[in-house]
């Protein structure tokens, strides 16, 4: 027997789960607006070379004569990054400049019929600074990763519920801070706080909501969990059509944040850590609250802490006084686990945020794409979730890492000139690439156990933030063929689906809560959890012994 026992006698799957997943999973709207943001206020108008001797009078001027000034490409449009020479002050007149170009010298002009503001605009991020606004993204995502790598571990020891909280709030502050920032640099700075409180709020909301949930529910709220960067990817779309000036649109997006800092005080901590922390009179007094809303206060009370720790014995007489990071590869099966898990979440990241990121190189309206890549996600996110509880996690992780492979492999060989076939590839791929995040969150959740789950939910996470960091870089190879960035990240996904055949299968199984049950389940041993002979049965009607298997396996 163990805590999902506990969780059966006080209601299971009941009002309480439902209520707790619903607060925890609201915030979760405004996660995707946040990795996606930049899409929208990094958007690169279309530009040209600012010229005081136009600019700045009234002279009515159209693209034929700016041809005398600036050069044109062959679609006979003004080049964005070059002027004639000595173009800049030269007096209006219908004859030819000289055909010696140079950098833009004074400024650019940039269209702002779509955009008014954003911080390409702001900062002159564009010729030799464009790649300064890839250089942004990546710096956010390295936020996201050094908060998975450092939360991961602090949520483990001080609780969920304390990190979430803090979470909350830096994103809050970071979040509207960014959008009265005056400079490039304090920008970077403080979005990179944005993404540290991402990986806090992120890690603990999964956690939170699985460790109450028993196993019969649990696909449902990875499901739930997966759809919430869905309606947030669609949010920001909207947000973005309707708030055109990045600095509003920032602050659109993170101030909703001070209000869940207030909300989650009354989220409770996990039981289930609780107990393995040894704070069994709080886990009673919380379990005893989920009971009567619930409608089983009855059962709830006859809870007691003495029931609490005998329910959990063998869990509580393996774990050590502390784990750390190493514990993920100290033994054979974790390794395995770790490693596996390592390449599945890097390349997943890495291909999901390589296409995202890139939406104005497809050539239609930024907005509707937006609108499209997360609308993409519900049916292919539904898809995911029957076929983890159909043909389980393994295969739906595999086959969905392996097809978004060859969907993004064809899409670098099909011409820039067929651009609907492109975008239809690309949806097809950015939608098994969220089933595959949809699967990666819950497959993780049951594969580590409880007494370093955070860490080790932590650590792969890191893995996919540094694929989600390098992805905007590889997007600079476009720059020498646009065959390049799509190729790489086909092939890294096709890699990683690979890698996930050789995981365990965690279908309808009960969580495991220590490392011995881990390995124990690898050589295919069923693991009995001990209760002693004094133990008090949590109903009456409850039999006092279970076969093995029973204990082990929990089905639906």
């Known amino acids: 027997m163990g805590f999902n026992d506990l969780l059966q006698t006080v209601g299971g799957l009941g009002w309480f789960q439902v209520l707790n997943t619903a607060m925890l999973l609201l915030p979760m709207f405004f996660m995707a607006s946040h990795n996606f943001l930049q899409n929208f206020t990094a958007a690169i108008?279309?530009?040209r070379c600012r010229l005081p001797a136009l600019d700045d009078t009234t002279i009515i001027y159209n693209q034929s004569n700016l041809a005398a000034f600036i050069p044109v490409d062959g679609n006979q449009n003004s080049k964005s990054c070059l002027q004639y020479q000595n173009s800049a002050h030269a007096i209006w007149t219908n004859g030819t400049s000289n055909n010696s170009t140079e950098p833009c010298k004074y400024g650019w002009v940039y269209d702002k019929s779509v955009f008014s503001s954003t911080i390409v605009t702001e900062w002159d991020l564009v010729c030799n600074q464009r790649k300064m606004r890839q250089v942004a993204q990546s710096i956010y995502m390295a936020g996201v990763l050094v908060g998975a790598f450092v939360l991961?571990?602090?949520?483990?020891?001080?609780?969920?519920?304390?990190?979430?909280i803090g979470s909350y709030l830096m994103m809050a502050?970071?979040?509207?801070?960014?959008?009265?920032?005056?400079?490039?640099v304090t920008y970077c700075t403080f979005r990179c706080l944005c993404g540290i409180a991402f990986s806090g709020i992120t890690l603990n909301t999964i956690s939170l909501t699985l460790e109450w949930m028993p196993p019969n529910g649990r696909t449902v709220v990875g499901t739930?969990?997966?759809?919430?960067?869905?309606?947030?990817?669609?949010?920001?779309?909207?947000?973005?059509?309707g708030i055109r000036d990045w600095r509003w649109l920032q602050f659109s997006v993170s101030a909703p944040y001070y209000f869940f800092f207030l909300t989650s005080w009354w989220v409770p901590e996990s039981a289930r850590w609780l107990i393995v922390n040894g704070r069994s009179h709080q886990a009673l007094s919380d379990l005893r609250k989920v009971a009567r809303i619930n409608g089983k206060k009855e059962e709830g009370e006859k809870l007691s802490e003495k029931m609490l720790i005998s329910h959990m014995q063998s869990e509580l007489s393996s774990i050590k006084h502390s784990h750390t990071p190493l514990d993920l590869f100290r033994t054979p099966e974790m390794r395995r686990i770790t490693v596996c898990l390592m390449v599945v979440w890097f390349s997943?990241?890495?291909?999901?945020?390589?296409?995202?990121?890139?939406?104005?190189?497809?050539?239609?309206?930024?907005?509707?794409?937006?609108?499209?890549?997360?609308?993409?996600?519900?049916?292919?996110?539904?898809?995911?979730?029957?076929?983890?509880?159909?043909?389980?996690?393994?295969?739906t992780q595999s086959a969905s890492l392996i097809l978004a492979g060859v969907a993004l492999l064809c899409n670098a060989f099909i011409p820039q000139e067929l651009k609907m076939v492109r975008i239809v590839m690309a949806v097809l791929g950015k939608g098994c690439l969220a089933s595959s995040f949809c699967c990666a969150?819950?497959?993780?959740?049951?594969?580590?156990?409880?007494?370093?789950?955070?860490?080790?939910?932590?650590?792969?996470?890191?893995?996919?933030?540094?694929?989600?960091?390098?992805?905007?870089?590889?997007?600079m190879l476009s720059e020498i063929s646009p065959v390049f960035a799509p190729a790489i990240y086909g092939v890294a996904a096709i890699i990683s689906g690979?890698?996930?055949?050789?995981?365990?299968?965690?279908?309808?199984?009960?969580?495991?809560?220590?490392?011995?049950?881990v390995e124990a389940r690898a050589k295919g041993k069923d693991v009995q959890r001990i209760i002693p002979k004094e133990e008090v049965p949590l109903t009456q009607n409850q039999p006092q012994a279970q076969s093995p298997k029973r204990l082990l396996v929990d089905t639906v």
């Not at 502050?173 to 490039?184: E, I, K, N, R």
């Not at 049951?446 to 870089?473: C, D, H, N, W, Y």
């Open 152 to 164: 991961g571990s602090l949520s483990d020891r001080f609780g969920r519920k304390a990190i979430l």
């Open 224 to 241: 739930f969990f997966a759809y919430s960067f869905t309606l947030g990817q669609l949010l920001l779309a909207g947000f973005a059509y």
């Open 348 to 395: 997943t990241s890495f291909a999901f945020y390589g296409l995202g990121m890139d939406l104005q190189n497809f050539g239609i309206s930024i907005f509707l794409l937006q609108f499209v890549f997360g609308a993409i996600d519900i049916p292919a996110k539904l898809a995911g979730a029957i076929l983890m509880s159909y043909l389980g996690r393994r295969v």
């Open 441 to 475: 969150y819950l497959y993780s959740s049951e594969l580590f156990p409880t007494v370093i789950r955070q860490s080790g939910m932590g650590f792969v996470v890191m893995k996919a933030r540094m694929g989600s960091m390098v992805a905007p870089l590889v997007l």
């Open 173 to 184: 502050v970071s979040g509207t801070c960014v959008a009265f920032l005056p400079s490039f």
């Open 45 to 47: 108008p279309t530009h």
């Open 498 to 517: 690979t890698a996930a055949v050789f995981l365990r299968e965690t279908c309808n199984q009960q969580l495991p809560d220590t490392i011995e049950e």
